[in-house]
């Protein structure tokens, strides 16, 4: 049994250190400030936290108030997940979006950009960019979020958007480790699996990785998937042949490895998040993400506690622990030092100003990135149209609160403009008894995944062949419609740009 510190007072501060809770509120709890103060090194942000960018602004320093060289992390992708702009959707285009438009300075003047904004309001580790390979069209939490299913073209974006990120003193957290493209699964709900070979795996998913590491990702964060060909017994967050083996040894990487967050079904479900928060420090996990549901002082402690005893049981070496504790103080310092470089939160954030207020490198990308098939005779609309979205169920990652489609945008370009949403009972003849006599534009995403979604389709077009068909998923599906957009994502922006090209300004 490994020797143990007097006291346990080192002990327990690296416990608290490896974690990076979330919490309640638009201003810090008491117990979250105690935590910090007794070593607790990492908090993380989510869309119930935060209003306004000068509220974000005021928490993030009554945070570094009890501990200035605090992390405070967030899961901005920008694009379709977006925390920072959770009640308005993003400024920013996702990866698909910038992968589509394949130019790299562009990739990298967006995270630039929004990191930029993330820094003024004092917010230093993103869980970005994802680095998936979206190998498989049927894949239910990808999608959107990777630049596409091409390994080289997501290789190149992930390191443009690494450096464009960094470049603004927050710390890139590349993911989901070895890959989550080739997943038909959500592992927040279950296991997901990939049965594909060795080579394979080398040849596509660890790709981007390798890219991401000669980039100088300051983190990495692991999935909770089952890669047999890797590791036939424990999903990556839980293996030390993927973590330690393959990242660590292998690849070379000598970053900060973050879990995906902990109490996601295939690990709370499975081992619990108590044993699995000890699997992942023993695997080679540095950092343990919690709080995306479960967010209180409760959670912090059981994690810390059973850190604790896992060290004292000898399940878990205290020298894992403590390095494991030094790569986050290490991180910690390099945000500090960029902070003070002139990064952090300052003067450019107004009271009153929406966090992420539009920029215009996030709306050209967006724009570059539409593609737009017109049929024959198409002419933009003059009058109000009505639009009628299709909301397949959402992807988790995606906040419930973040609005998308595109009526708001074509509304404040054609006033008067009408919308409906419709879900898989919903008909095409029910559209058109809402629609009357004007135009349709029909909303779709990722129709090529979702049966339901393509027969109200074509029992649309039928009826009104002159239906606007826009598609804010991944396009897989033909063009179709008077006039056809691919937005390839559900950003703000994303449908701006398609309103410009309906309305044609």
């Known amino acids: 049994m490994t020797t143990m510190t007097?006291?346990?007072?080192?002990?327990?501060?690296?416990?608290?250190?490896?974690?990076?809770?979330?919490?309640?509120?638009?201003?810090?709890?008491?117990?979250?400030?105690?935590?910090?103060?007794?070593?607790?090194?990492?908090v993380g942000l989510f869309g119930r936290n935060i209003v306004t960018a000068p509220q974000v602004a005021a928490l993030t320093a009554q945070l570094r108030a009890e501990r200035d060289d605090v992390l405070v992390a967030i899961d901005e992708e920008g694009g379709d997940v977006t925390r920072i702009e959770v009640r308005t959707g993003s400024s920013f285009p996702g990866n698909l979006a910038l992968g589509a438009v394949d130019d790299l300075e562009l990739t990298r003047g967006v995270a630039r950009e929004l990191g930029r904004?993330?820094?003024?309001?004092?917010?230093?580790?993103?869980?970005?960019?994802?680095?998936?390979?979206?190998?498989?069209?049927?894949?239910?939490?990808?999608?959107?979020?990777?630049?596409?299913?091409?390994?080289?073209?997501?290789?190149?974006?992930?390191?443009?958007?690494?450096?464009?990120?960094?470049?603004?003193?927050?710390?890139?957290?590349?993911?989901?480790?070895?890959?989550?493209?080739?997943?038909?699964?959500?592992?927040?709900?279950?296991?997901?699996?990939?049965?594909?070979?060795?080579?394979?795996?080398?040849?596509?998913?660890?790709?981007?990785?390798?890219?991401?590491?000669?980039?100088?990702?300051?983190?990495?964060?692991?999935?909770?998937?089952?890669?047999?060909?890797?590791?036939?017994?424990?999903?990556?967050?839980?293996?030390?042949r993927i973590l330690t083996g393959l990242l660590r040894e292998e690849l070379g990487y000598d970053g900060l490895i973050v879990s995906d967050a902990v109490e996601m079904q295939a690990i709370a479900g499975t081992v619990g998040i108590e044993r699995g928060?000890?699997?992942?420090?023993?695997?080679?996990?540095?950092?343990?993400?919690?709080?995306?549901?479960?967010?209180?002082?409760?959670?912090?402690?059981?994690?810390?506690?059973?850190?604790?005893?896992?060290?004292?049981?000898?399940?878990?070496?205290?020298?894992?622990?403590?390095?494991?504790?030094?790569?986050?103080?290490?991180?910690?310092?390099w945000a500090q030092r960029a902070r003070g470089a002139g990064t952090g939160p300052g003067a450019a954030v107004q009271e009153g100003t929406a966090p992420g207020t539009d920029s215009d490198i996030g709306l050209v990308a967006a724009r570059r990135a539409a593609r737009v098939t017109a049929g024959p005779g198409w002419r933009p609309l003059e009058g109000a149209p009505y639009v009628a979205t299709f909301t397949p169920v959402m992807n988790i990652a995606v906040s419930s609160e973040t609005p998308w489609s595109i009526g708001a945008e074509l509304g404040a370009l054609l006033p008067g403009t009408e919308s409906g949403t419709y879900g898989a009972d919903g008909a095409a003849a029910d559209v058109l008894a809402a629609a009357g006599?004007?135009?349709?534009?029909?909303?779709?995403?990722?129709?090529?995944?979702?049966?339901?979604?393509?027969?109200?389709?074509?029992?649309?077009?039928?009826?009104?062949?002159?239906?606007?068909?826009?598609?804010?998923?991944?396009?897989?599906?033909?063009?179709?419609?008077?006039?056809?957009i691919a937005t390839h994502g559900a950003a703000r922006v994303c449908g701006r740009a398609a309103a410009e090209a309906i309305a044609g300004v």
Not at 194 to 209: G, W
Not at 319 to 328: G, K, P, S, W, Y
Request: proline letters at 6%; a negative charge; hydrophobic letters at 45%.
């Open 6 to 42: 007097t006291g346990s007072d080192t002990l327990t501060r690296d416990a608290l250190a490896v974690l990076q809770p979330g919490f309640v509120g638009t201003t810090a709890p008491d117990w979250l400030l105690r935590r910090i103060g007794e070593g607790l090194a990492s």
């Open 437 to 484: 006599e004007r135009r349709i534009v029909a909303v779709v995403r990722d129709e090529h995944r979702h049966p339901w979604m393509a027969a109200a389709l074509d029992a649309l077009l039928a009826a009104r062949p002159d239906t606007v068909v826009v598609e804010m998923g991944v396009p897989r599906a033909a063009p179709r419609g008077a006039l056809h």
């Open 277 to 333: 928060s000890v699997l992942a420090i023993a695997a080679g996990a540095d950092a343990l993400c919690v709080g995306g549901g479960l967010c209180d002082e409760g959670t912090v402690l059981r994690l810390r506690d059973a850190l604790v005893q896992a060290v004292r049981d000898g399940e878990l070496a205290e020298e894992r622990l403590a390095d494991a504790a030094a790569r986050v103080r290490a991180l910690a310092a």
């Open 117 to 240: 904004r993330l820094a003024e309001c004092g917010v230093n580790l993103n869980w970005a960019p994802s680095a998936d390979v979206n190998s498989n069209p049927d894949n239910p939490i990808i999608g959107v979020r990777a630049f596409g299913a091409d390994t080289a073209l997501v290789a190149r974006h992930t390191a443009a958007y690494i450096e464009g990120l960094q470049s603004a003193g927050v710390a890139a957290c590349t993911k989901h480790f070895p890959g989550h493209g080739d997943t038909n699964v959500d592992s927040h709900h279950a296991m997901p699996r990939i049965d594909v070979d060795l080579d394979t795996l080398h040849k596509r998913e660890l790709v981007p990785f390798r890219a991401a590491i000669a980039a100088g990702s300051k983190s990495v964060m692991s999935a909770h998937i089952l890669l047999p060909a890797l590791d036939p017994a424990r999903p990556a967050t839980l293996s030390p």
